[in-house]
């Protein structure tokens, strides 16, 4: 069956970094698109960054742009989820998933494109 594992979360002061890791195993992790998503408390789950199969392609919301940097490697079955100058507002719960296509849609933010979810890692930013 299939596995998505996030991991990386955790407690940093407001201009700080982390770097999220997930891990999907259980499917040919290189045919399809992931993406990252985060959910804060009392907000709807919204999406952060989507990645193509091959890692060429990348997209991001408006909020992250410039300061967050997906990548992944096929090799390991692994996407990143680079997070620099953090902010108090990216507190949430950051969720990894598996794509239903190759690459990222116009809609790539609507959860409902992505298949497979982890449980989340957190990440809290203070001021």
């Known amino acids: 069956q299939v596995q998505v594992v996030e991991s990386g979360g955790g407690l940093v002061q407001a201009g700080g970094s982390l770097r999220l890791s997930c891990t999907a195993s259980g499917l040919i992790f290189a045919d399809y698109a992931m993406g990252w998503f985060r959910q804060a408390p009392g907000k709807e789950r919204e999406g952060v960054a989507c990645i193509s199969w091959n890692g060429v392609l990348t997209t991001y919301t408006d909020s992250v742009k410039g300061r967050f940097t997906i990548s992944r490697d096929n090799a390991k079955n692994t996407v990143y989820l680079q997070m620099n100058s953090l902010k108090p507002e990216d507190t949430a719960m950051y969720y990894c998933?598996?794509?239903?296509?190759?690459?990222?849609?116009?809609?790539?933010?609507?959860?409902?494109?992505?298949?497979?979810w982890g449980q989340g890692t957190k990440v809290t930013v203070s001021a």
């Open positions: 998933a598996t794509n239903s296509y190759s690459y990222c849609s116009g809609s790539w933010f609507d959860r409902r494109e992505f298949v497979y």
